[in-house]
């Protein structure tokens, strides 16, 4: 089966910083790859995702890149602003209902 | 709340118990996912039905039991549990279509604790 790796499993920047957390998966058919945000006592939601067919993708402060020959894949946040605190997940999929997360990246974003 | 809701959102149950976690969701999707979120681990993902059918059973022992009665409800039965079990079981449902993989929109979670 799939297996993802993400790192680190923590992180601290200065606001204003950027944060760049990174992704690996072993599963070439995967082809669906997205990020979710979950703050603590609240569900993960989806800040952005990518699919296999496209290199990067962009939304405000928020971006993905996706190297598939490598197989990984980052998320990248610029301008951070404490809001951004939050624990990150990524996950690969291959579309047959089988979603595999990574273990979570805390960040912490300081004033 | 709209969206993906589950009940009860805290348990506390004894290893002998029984006690079933109910899922609903409102977007008209057809595929809900029962998935296990523990400290220091990956979300695990446990069940998947689509259209009703389950698809994926990830070894999951037998005292976890799903029932999905229709595209928009989801149970989990639970029995003769153990304490490591005890963790945030979250609901989720997404629309899969033609072997593409969509975006999970998640519930709220059950918080678990065995005793």
């Known amino acids: 089966g799939e297996n993802v790796e993400q790192h680190p499993s923590t992180l601290s920047v200065q606001e204003g910083d950027s944060a760049v957390i990174k992704c690996t998966y072993s599963?070439?058919?995967?082809?669906?790859f997205p990020w979710y945000k979950q703050e603590l006592g609240k569900r993960p939601q989806l800040i952005i995702d990518?699919?296999?067919?496209?290199g990067e993708k962009k939304d405000q402060r928020i971006a993905v890149t996706l190297n598939k020959t490598a197989k990984h894949f980052s998320l990248h946040i610029t301008e951070t602003q404490p809001e951004d605190s939050a624990v990150y997940f990524c996950?690969?999929?291959?579309?047959?209902?089988?979603?595999?997360f990574g273990t979570g990246t805390s960040l912490t974003v300081i004033p | 709340e709209t969206g993906v809701t589950q009940t009860p959102r805290h348990l506390v149950m004894g290893m002998t118990n029984k006690k079933s976690l109910k899922c609903e969701q409102h977007?008209?999707?057809?595929?809900m996912y029962w998935y296990k979120q523990s400290a220091k681990k990956p979300l695990e993902l446990m069940f998947v039905?689509?259209?009703?059918?389950?698809?994926e059973n990830n070894s999951v022992p037998s005292r976890f039991s799903p029932e999905c009665p229709n595209s928009s409800h989801l149970f989990l039965h639970l029995h003769t549990l153990q304490p490591e079990d005890s963790a945030l079981y979250l609901c989720?449902?997404?629309?899969?279509?033609?072997?593409?993989?969509?975006?999970?929109?998640f519930g709220p979670g059950t918080r678990l604790t065995v005793t």
């Open positions: 989720a449902s997404s629309q899969d279509s033609a072997g593409l993989s969509y975006e999970q929109y």
């Open positions: 599963d070439s058919a995967s082809n669906y």
């Open positions: 990518i699919r296999s067919n496209v």
């Open positions: 996950a690969a999929s291959s579309g047959r209902n089988q979603f595999y």
């Open positions: 977007l008209g999707h057809n595929a």
């Open positions: 039905y689509n259209f009703k059918e389950q698809t």
